[in-house]
């Protein structure tokens, strides 16, 4: 986060793993860090595996973005996509645009797959994991902090026990 605060963006990105509130609520910080909202609806391109069709997202790639200094593609269930589509992705990886960013989303991503390697070095690959039963307590103290929530070790032991190690829940929990 602190290199995108000073404007060091990266080409890529690849967010995945388990853990989908921490996935989902860091891509949002994400989209809102590099695709200005006066300029959102003309650069931010969301696709998605099940009818992801390369071409198109090339096609945008490789366009200018319109009253901003970056396009915004993200491509969600990128470890569903098949071997083809990989392969004709791999190309974006090697030879980025300046104007354009890629962010992947995905769960379980194969990180022996060439493109996802690319992805690793070309820019960031952060993996979002659930928390162990251990570390709940200073994931709940965390969270607490950032919503700007004092929080008793008390009811940390009670989140624990009623709620367990989901983060949403948790999350949901604490706002309430």
Not at 80 to 108: H, N
Not at 160 to 166: A, E, K, P, R, S
Request: hydrophobic share 40%; aromatic share 10%.
């Amino acid at each position: 986060r602190s290199t995108i605060g000073k404007g060091d963006i990266l080409p890529v990105y690849l967010l995945y793993g388990l853990e989908e509130y921490g996935k989902e609520a860091f891509s949002h910080w994400l989209i809102d860090a590099l695709a200005p909202t006066q300029a959102r609806d003309f650069n931010l391109d969301i696709f998605r595996s099940e009818r992801f069709d390369p071409l198109d997202l090339l096609q945008i790639y490789e366009s200018y973005p319109m009253m901003a200094e970056r396009r915004l593609l993200l491509l969600r269930d990128c470890d569903q996509l098949s071997a083809e589509a990989c392969r004709s992705l791999e190309r974006v990886v090697d030879a980025p645009v300046e104007t354009s960013c890629l962010i992947f989303i995905g769960g379980k991503v194969d990180m022996r797959r060439r493109l996802f390697q690319q992805l690793a070095k070309a820019g960031a690959a952060i993996e979002f994991r659930p928390p162990y039963d251990r570390e709940i307590p200073q994931w709940i103290q965390r969270q607490a902090k950032y919503k700007g929530v004092q929080i008793e070790p008390t009811a940390i032991d009670m989140l624990m026990l009623y709620v367990g190690n989901n983060p949403r829940e948790l999350v949901g929990e604490i706002d309430k």
